[in-house]
């Protein structure tokens, strides 16, 4: 069974898009029509912009969400037997398999990226990637501080990311630093992720997502909340809502659709990032 997974922020570049924009006519139309339904040129940002731009949550979701549509629409042979996606990839691959349309999971991506980005601006928080760890150490350790600091990624047996404020995330680092064959990196996203901080924007994306029509999806997708296979749509919505404040159980969501029957897997993203997480899901398989 085949599977395709949809990154999420982190795979984004100045000139992604180009190749497929320059190689494909439908994809040059359908970067024409997302640049007319925002009402702005986010294409140029893309292949054009700076550093700085594209590093901004509003912009980096809504680039990263058209380069993996609009790549999935060109491919041939797209007819995937299970979805998943890597936070915001979770939008992109709703809209891969028509469970969105390309319009409405635009809409969605970039109202999105705003609410978060908003929060960002009005919160000090920050991302750390733990490496070397279990997972139950660096639970502990979180729960354990007295501020806001959550596991938000469980990307691999070997890489948690945590999301909180800075004053928490510096101590939790402290006391993780001295652990042997432990490390640290910090992530360049100004803001907490998936964690308790998100929750100032749970009521806003709730009333965005509601008002937009859902189909039953053609195959399961595997949520981030779950990690399950799921194609109602009112239990997509619902676990689209939630994914706000909760971890992105992703090396889970891999391994539900390996023992689901998926050997092969296609990354519908600018790097290949998701297939270096998946390699090392495998090797403790």
Request: hydrophobic share 40%; with cysteine.
């Given at each position: 069974m085949k599977a395709y997974i949809f990154p999420g922020q982190g795979s984004q570049f100045i000139g992604m898009g180009k190749d497929i924009y320059i190689n494909s006519n439908i994809a040059k139309k359908l970067f024409k029509y997302a640049d007319d339904i925002l009402g702005f040129n986010m294409t140029k940002m893309m292949l054009e912009g700076s550093k700085q731009i594209m590093n901004n949550t509003k912009y980096t979701q809504l680039a990263i969400f058209m380069y993996s549509v609009i790549k999935s629409k060109i491919l041939k042979n797209f007819d995937p037997d299970m979805v998943a996606g890597h936070s915001l990839g979770e939008i992109s691959a709703l809209t891969a398999i028509n469970v969105l349309s390309f319009e409405d999971g635009l809409i969605l991506v970039n109202k999105r990226g705003s609410i978060m980005q908003d929060i960002c601006d009005s919160y000090n928080g920050g991302m750390l990637a733990i490496f070397g760890l279990q997972d139950s150490i660096v639970e502990t350790i979180c729960k354990n501080d007295p501020g806001i600091v959550v596991p938000s990624n469980y990307n691999s047996p070997e890489q948690i990311v945590i999301s909180?404020?800075?004053?928490?995330?510096?101590?939790?680092?402290?006391?993780?630093?001295?652990?042997?064959?432990?490390?640290?990196?910090?992530?360049?996203?100004?803001?907490?992720?998936?964690?308790?901080?998100?929750?100032?924007?749970k009521n806003k994306l709730k009333n965005v997502i509601n008002k937009i029509n859902f189909k039953y999806s053609r195959c399961p997708i595997y949520q981030n909340t779950n990690a399950s296979p799921v194609r109602q749509s009112l239990d997509i919505k619902k676990n689209l809502i939630e994914q706000l404040t909760s971890p992105v159980k992703w090396k889970q969501s891999v391994n539900n659709m390996i023992n689901d029957g998926a050997v092969n897997f296609v990354d519908i993203g600018p790097k290949s990032i998701l297939q270096g997480l998946l390699k090392k899901i495998l090797n403790f398989i």
């Amino acid at each position: 069974m085949k599977a395709y997974i949809f990154p999420g922020q982190g795979s984004q570049f100045i000139g992604m898009g180009k190749d497929i924009y320059i190689n494909s006519n439908i994809a040059k139309k359908l970067f024409k029509y997302a640049d007319d339904i925002l009402g702005f040129n986010m294409t140029k940002m893309m292949l054009e912009g700076s550093k700085q731009i594209m590093n901004n949550t509003k912009y980096t979701q809504l680039a990263i969400f058209m380069y993996s549509v609009i790549k999935s629409k060109i491919l041939k042979n797209f007819d995937p037997d299970m979805v998943a996606g890597h936070s915001l990839g979770e939008i992109s691959a709703l809209t891969a398999i028509n469970v969105l349309s390309f319009e409405d999971g635009l809409i969605l991506v970039n109202k999105r990226g705003s609410i978060m980005q908003d929060i960002c601006d009005s919160y000090n928080g920050g991302m750390l990637a733990i490496f070397g760890l279990q997972d139950s150490i660096v639970e502990t350790i979180c729960k354990n501080d007295p501020g806001i600091v959550v596991p938000s990624n469980y990307n691999s047996p070997e890489q948690i990311v945590i999301s909180g404020e800075i004053s928490a995330l510096m101590r939790v680092s402290n006391i993780i630093k001295q652990f042997k064959g432990s490390k640290i990196l910090t992530l360049p996203i100004h803001g907490a992720f998936h964690s308790p901080i998100m929750e100032h924007g749970k009521n806003k994306l709730k009333n965005v997502i509601n008002k937009i029509n859902f189909k039953y999806s053609r195959c399961p997708i595997y949520q981030n909340t779950n990690a399950s296979p799921v194609r109602q749509s009112l239990d997509i919505k619902k676990n689209l809502i939630e994914q706000l404040t909760s971890p992105v159980k992703w090396k889970q969501s891999v391994n539900n659709m390996i023992n689901d029957g998926a050997v092969n897997f296609v990354d519908i993203g600018p790097k290949s990032i998701l297939q270096g997480l998946l390699k090392k899901i495998l090797n403790f398989i």
